[in-house]
């Protein structure tokens, strides 16, 4: 039997080591989530058999068409995901990995992290109805806004749930609705002064809204090249930057005239 160098045997045992390293790292947690296409919500009805969008001290009015909030679907912030569960993800395009803490606040408990979700869809919710009554020029000490949507967390409604409080209030202002009878998705938060801002999850969140009907998908506008990337058939982008822009986007969908373009 050949005896073997101290070369090769040096070469053998960094081999052994690397293998082992590979195979430590292939079963080790990563600190990611796996993410695919949530649940869609129109903001204009019910959703689970309760009206997501309740107004008292204002006249509402009836809507036709939809506006349908997009979520993301991800596994709990302590699931252990592993280097298979990446590689997975990567080669199907319902699925995707991303930094677990750009999917949920950072630190602290599970309890910790779903009440931090909670409180972020709560200031939220009283940014959009803070920019919707402003819009509309209503006191708030007049009108009250309730809205209610279970099992969804963070920001990102912001921008859908604003849409829908006007609309339901004053529509396109012309006795028409903002939707013009379609049925219109949308992403991004929103802050009291009507600034829609960045939310991630972009191409899931399209996919989610093609399967639920949507036709027109309203994007931050800074999202654009991840919007564009496997934007699915039959879906068009609209990119917003500020309320009273997706408003003029809307009015100039319905009135069949150019509209903003990714």
């Known amino acids: 039997m050949p005896k073997l160098s101290r070369r090769s045997l040096t070469l053998a045992a960094c081999a052994a080591v690397v293998a082992a390293l590979l195979a430590v790292a292939a079963f080790a947690p990563l600190p990611v989530s796996i993410v695919q296409p949530g649940l869609t919500a129109n903001v204009l009805g019910a959703n689970g058999g309760t009206q997501v969008i309740t107004v008292s001290g204002a006249p509402v009015r009836t809507t036709s068409g939809q506006l349908r909030l997009v979520t993301i679907a991800a596994t709990s912030p302590d699931a252990s995901v592993h280097f298979i569960d990446v590689a ?19 630190g602290g408990s599970v309890k910790a992290i779903e009440k931090a979700n909670l409180k972020e869809m709560t200031d939220s919710q009283q940014a959009a109805t803070a920019a919707a009554l402003s819009h509309l020029g209503l006191s708030p000490s007049k009108v009250r806004v309730e809205l209610r949507l279970a099992d969804v967390g963070g920001p990102s409604a912001g921008l859908l749930f604003t849409l829908g409080i006007i609309d339901k209030i004053n529509g396109n202002g012309h006795g028409g609705d903002l939707t013009g009878g379609r049925v219109i998705a949308g992403t991004g ?3 009291a002064a009507g600034k829609v801002g960045a939310v991630g999850g972009v191409p899931l969140k399209e996919q989610a809204a093609r399967r639920d009907g949507a036709t027109v998908f309203l994007v931050p506008r800074a999202e654009c090249a991840d919007a564009t990337a496997e934007l699915p058939a039959g879906l068009r982008l609209i990119p917003v930057d500020t ?20």
Do not use: E
């Not at 080669?91 to 949920?104: C, N």
């Not at 009273?244 to 990714?262: E, H």
């Open 189 to 191: 938060t929103i802050d």
């Open 243 to 262: 309320l009273d822009g997706a408003l003029t986007a809307l009015a100039a969908l319905d009135a069949g005239r150019k509209t903003p373009a990714c």
């Open 88 to 106: 997975r993800a990567w080669f199907r395009t319902s699925q995707a990995a991303m930094p677990r803490d750009s999917v949920y606040p950072s």
